[in-house]
């Protein structure tokens, strides 16, 4: 079973905004260890309390939090961003 990556618009924004650098280290980051991957768990960790279904995945000083369906079997990024101010 292999995963597929989705990308909020949200997150795409967000994307946009952030340095060339970092989009391009972000993106090669989920290439390599999200996109067709067997078991997205494994590189993340889960968020606890009313965020217990978010994943968050750590890449340098910056976090990207995602949804990982199962039945669809997609990982859905839903917001990316430097660790000081992605959970506020």
Same mark, same amino acid.
């Given at each position: 079973?292999?995963? *597929?990556? =989705?990308?909020?618009? *949200?997150?795409?924004? %967000? ?6 650098? %970092?989009?391009?280290? @972000?993106? !090669?980051? %989920?290439? +390599?260890?999200? =996109?067709?991957? =067997?078991?997205?768990?494994?590189? $993340?960790? $889960?968020?606890? !309390?009313? +965020?217990? &279904? @978010?994943?968050?995945?750590? #890449? $340098?000083?910056?976090?990207?939090? !995602? ?5 669809? #079997?997609? @990982?859905?990024? #839903? &917001?990316? $961003? *430097?660790?000081? &101010? @992605?959970? +506020?």
């Amino acid at each position: 079973m292999m995963y *597929h990556v =989705e990308i909020s618009d *949200h997150a795409l924004k %967000i994307f946009k905004k952030m340095d060339k650098q %970092i989009t391009t280290l @972000i993106f !090669a980051w %989920i290439s +390599k260890h999200l =996109e067709n991957c =067997e078991n997205p768990r494994v590189h $993340g960790k $889960g968020l606890a !309390a009313d +965020k217990k &279904d @978010i994943w968050r995945y750590r #890449i $340098g000083d910056y976090r990207l939090l !995602a949804h990982i369906f199962n039945d669809r #079997i997609v @990982i859905l990024v #839903i &917001d990316a $961003g *430097h660790r000081r &101010d @992605i959970y +506020k």
